[in-house]
Nanobody
Framework: QVQLAESGGGLVQAGGSLRLSCAASGGTLWNYGMGWFRQAPGKERGFLAHINRSGGSTYYADDVKGRFTISRDNAKNMVYLQMNSLKAEDTAVYFC??????????????????WGQGTQVTVSS
């Protein structure tokens, strides 16, 4: 069973950038497709991005396409989310998650078996 831990969140001004990291332990990330989600207060957890096992295929939600980039380093058991041009509405807790669907993009949080604890991102306007 893989354990996931996010880091890299914090406070940033609108227009700024942050890079989130997700470290995996207890298993190899090669066995999983990986996703990033976020949840703002009073809202459901929403899909942001998915990356397949090799890292050769990525998929994004429309509202972050062109601003966010998901990547992975399987040798280091790490997944990343580079976030640029941040907006106040990007403020949320950000989660990484692992799915056994190693190739096809999964938008539904229920398709992900393993989750990190989340990291807070706050964008000031």
């Amino acid at each position: 069973q893989v354990q996931l831990a996010e880091s890299g969140g914090g406070l940033v001004q609108a227009g700024g950038s942050l890079r989130l990291s997700c470290a995996a332990s207890g298993g190899t990330l090669w066995n999983y497709g990986m996703g990033w989600f976020r949840q703002a207060p009073g809202k459901e957890r929403g899909f942001l991005a998915h990356i397949n096992r090799s890292g050769g295929s990525t998929y994004y939600a429309d509202d972050v396409k062109g601003r966010f980039t998901i990547s992975r380093d399987n040798a280091k058991n790490m997944v990343y989310l580079q976030m640029n041009s941040l907006k106040a509405e990007d403020t949320a807790v950000y989660f990484c998650a692992a799915t056994v669907a190693v190739e096809s993009p999964q938008r539904d949080p229920n398709e992900y078996a393993y989750w990190g604890q989340g990291t807070q991102v706050t964008v000031s306007s």
